[in-house]
């Protein structure tokens, strides 16, 4: 019954690959988001959905591409793989724009 | 400067001992506040709402100043599980959209 997942959990690859990161909520909430934490642990926003729209933009590399297929998903893909990359990626979601994020448990994204 | 600051500590203490941390913003038109806790290697967990009047959950009491620019957290009887990073959150006045601003985290080791 997780409410907020992501896949996968970890995520090793080299430098210039194309991956994907998936996220799931069946928590019926309609706003998504994708997060950055890095190594110094600031979490940063990417990205937020709502309603499969997109809504906020951050100054994010245009490597980076969400897609909303329905309100209950949203995938970040990322294109050429840059070693800067390697972070903690978090999806959250809210019941709308103005309540509380639930978080998922993140995806360990490692560039070798 | 940092949108949101906080010592990054760690502050070690008793259990049983009283802490607090603050946290200051630099955008007088912020809307909303909150604490939110992350441990180790796992996501971030709305811990509560930061309200003017002050408000209190359990052990927890938060706390905002709007004329400084500050808020703070105060827990009492500290517990050995609460050791955790304690993440200063904050919406900024962007067209009523949730992007969650965090702080750097404070991190607090509870030792017996």
């Known amino acids: 019954d997780t409410a907020v997942s992501q896949t996968p959990k970890y995520l090793v690859t080299q430098m210039g690959n194309d991956k994907s990161i998936k996220c799931e909520q069946n928590?019926?909430?309609?706003?998504m988001y994708w997060y950055k934490q890095d190594s110094k642990k600031f979490l940063k926003i990417m990205f937020s959905?709502?309603?499969?729209?997109?809504?906020i933009n951050e100054t994010v590399p245009n490597r980076f591409s969400p897609k909303s297929p329905d309100k209950a998903h949203l995938n970040l893909h990322i294109n050429s793989l840059e070693l800067g990359d390697s972070a903690v990626y978090f999806c959250?979601?809210?019941?709308?724009?103005?309540?509380?994020?639930?978080f998922g448990d993140g995806t360990r994204l490692s560039i070798l | 400067r940092k949108e949101v600051e906080q010592d990054p500590g760690p502050f070690n203490v008793p259990e049983g001992a009283t802490v607090a941390f603050n946290c200051t913003y630099s955008?007088?038109?912020?809307?909303?506040f909150f604490w939110y806790r992350q441990d180790c290697r796992k996501e971030p967990k709305l811990l509560m709402s930061?309200?003017?009047s002050g408000n209190e959950d359990g052990r927890f009491t938060a706390q905002l100043n709007r004329a400084s620019q500050y808020i703070s957290l105060l827990i009492r009887d500290s517990k050995l599980s609460d050791s955790a990073t304690y993440l200063c959150?904050?919406?900024?006045?962007?067209?009523?959209?949730?992007?969650?601003?965090f702080g750097a985290g404070t991190r607090l080791a509870v030792h017996p």
């Open positions: 959250a979601s809210s019941p709308d724009v103005s309540q509380p994020q639930h």
């Open positions: 959150v904050m919406t900024p006045f962007s067209g009523g959209y949730n992007k969650l601003i």
């Open positions: 930061v309200y003017s």
């Open positions: 928590l019926g909430h309609d706003t």
């Open positions: 955008n007088s038109a912020s809307q909303s």
């Open positions: 959905y709502n309603n499969k729209e997109l809504i």
